[in-house]
């Protein structure tokens, strides 16, 4: 039996490769000419009104912590709550801007709790995070209420989200700013890009600008102006070198193509789990949110002995992943260690089932089935 793995990208290759061609040809893979047209489709597909392609979306978490904090002028020290489970790009934005991260428990979809967000609201807190784990959006909608209501920002980290519909609008829709991750093993794979979409048309005009070193006008579009005078611009802040590049662009053009049919099949595969992993009371599953699509990154599970029962998986030739630690367990977070007992106590106990594009039905159904055998 071939081993099955967590994640095996799928690329179109030749269509990859005729984009990347064009580029070549063309003399153009840096930023413009494929970054626009990403650029254009990502707003086309996802209805957003804005969208900003980087080089990831770790750099897109820093820009939108960034920027929200410029454009309110908050404070070193002001509060950001955050979930403890989730890759640390999400709460290392947070620290990058000198800014405090408060961590509030999961509930059971292993998103943020909307009690628990209430709970830790301070007079110094300005936004929250909310991580879509795996593409489900869990009790977002009240997320965003409590933060319409207490004047907080929203922060959707989006990086599971890509092809995650929420009723019939597109994850992202109504936050004041959300990060798509097309990172290598991601939904919409490249090799490293993510997609920043700001709500507010100011700070999408600003992040063109902070995610090129602070330059007010981008090569492209001096090259494309024709007049003189291209190389004249000014540079209006320390920015970074974030941005995006066609190479990555080209790769994510064709990814979109096949987005919908390619979440759909791992929607498929997903209920091939839910059907095999029915009943048993020895693995939990996580919940997914009603009346959403969900782009399904990933399929949860969770059990006890959980270490043991993956080494017992290798054994047989299954090599499923966890996401992620309880992030307060790291040095960097320690001190909120055991502020969120929910997040701990899944954090020992997380599965990722393999979800790819390759799996089939019938090997999804053996990984279930071996599963439960090793539980039983
Ligand atoms: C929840 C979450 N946020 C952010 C990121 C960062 O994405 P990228 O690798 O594109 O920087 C990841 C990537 O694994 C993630 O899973």
């Not at 989006?158 to 019939?168: E, F, K, L, T, V």
């Not at 399904?296 to 959980?306: A, E, I, N, T, W």
Request: aromatic content about 8%; overall charge neutral.
């Amino acid at each position: 039996m071939d081993p099955v793995h967590l994640f095996v990208p799928t690329f179109r290759v030749e269509e990859v490769l005729a984009e990347i061609r064009e580029c070549l040809e063309k003399g153009w893979t840096g930023l413009g000419y494929k970054t626009v047209e990403i650029e254009e489709k990502w707003r086309a597909y996802s209805g957003l009104p804005h969208a900003h392609f980087l080089n990831s979306a770790s750099s897109g978490l820093h820009l939108a912590v960034r920027l929200l904090k410029e454009d309110a002028a908050w404070q070193a020290g002001d509060e950001v709550i955050t979930t403890p489970l989730t890759f640390v790009s999400t709460n290392h934005a947070i620290l990058y801007e000198g800014l405090k991260p408060v961590f509030a428990d999961v509930d059971e979809h292993l998103c943020l709790d909307p009690a628990a967000v209430e709970k830790a609201i301070t007079p110094r807190t300005r936004a929250v995070v909310f991580v879509g784990m795996g593409g489900n959006p869990g009790r977002y909608g009240d997320i965003l209420k409590i933060c319409r209501e207490r004047g907080l920002k929203l922060i959707l980290d989006a990086a599971h989200m890509s092809g995650s519909w929420i009723g019939d609008r597109h994850a992202g829709h109504d936050a004041d700013v959300s990060v798509f991750s097309f990172q290598a093993v991601k939904n919409l794979p490249t090799a490293d890009s993510g997609m920043i979409c700001f709500a507010d048309r100011r700070l999408d005009e600003d992040v063109r600008k902070w995610s090129w070193m602070g330059i007010n006008k981008d090569t492209y579009t001096r090259t494309l102006s024709g007049g003189t005078y291209k190389w004249m611009y000014d540079v209006e802040h320390v920015g970074f070198k974030y941005h995006g590049n066609s190479i990555m662009a080209s790769m994510a053009l064709v990814g979109l193509r096949y987005l919908e049919q390619d979440n759909a099949y791992r929607r498929r595969i997903c209920e091939v789990y839910d059907r095999e992993l029915a009943g048993s009371t020895r693995v939990e599953r996580v919940p997914m949110a009603r009346s959403c699509t969900p782009s399904r990154h990933l399929y949860q599970v969770l059990v006890d002995r959980r270490d043991e029962t993956m080494v017992r998986l290798n054994e047989r030739g299954i090599f499923p992943g966890v996401h992620y630690r309880d992030n307060t367990l790291y040095r960097m977070y320690a001190a909120a260690d055991g502020t969120c007992p929910r997040a701990r106590r899944a954090s020992d106990r997380l599965i990722s089932l393999p979800l790819h594009l390759r799996l089939t039905e019938g090997e999804a159904a053996r990984v279930a089935q071996t599963l439960r055998e090793i539980r039983s």
